[in-house]
């Protein structure tokens, strides 16, 4: 089984930046943002770049997976 893991609440905390902003900046409702933190949900590719794009990231600084 592979898990993806990701660093978005780090990320956001850096900058400031509240949920609802960070969701504005790409699109989606905060609700799918609290999903990503959580590691409830895997962003769609596109989705996973601008986020990265907005916080600044680099994807695999971002994004991590795990295989079982």
Do not use: H
């Amino acid at each position: 089984m592979v898990t993806l893991k990701n660093q978005i609440f780090l990320s956001r905390a850096k900058k400031g930046w509240t949920q609802q902003q960070l969701a504005d900046s790409v699109g989606v409702s905060r609700q799918t943002i609290i999903a990503l933190e959580k590691n409830k949900y895997n962003p769609s590719l596109i989705l996973a770049f601008k986020i990265a794009a907005v916080l600044d990231e680099e994807l695999p600084a971002l994004f991590t997976y795990e295989e079982e």
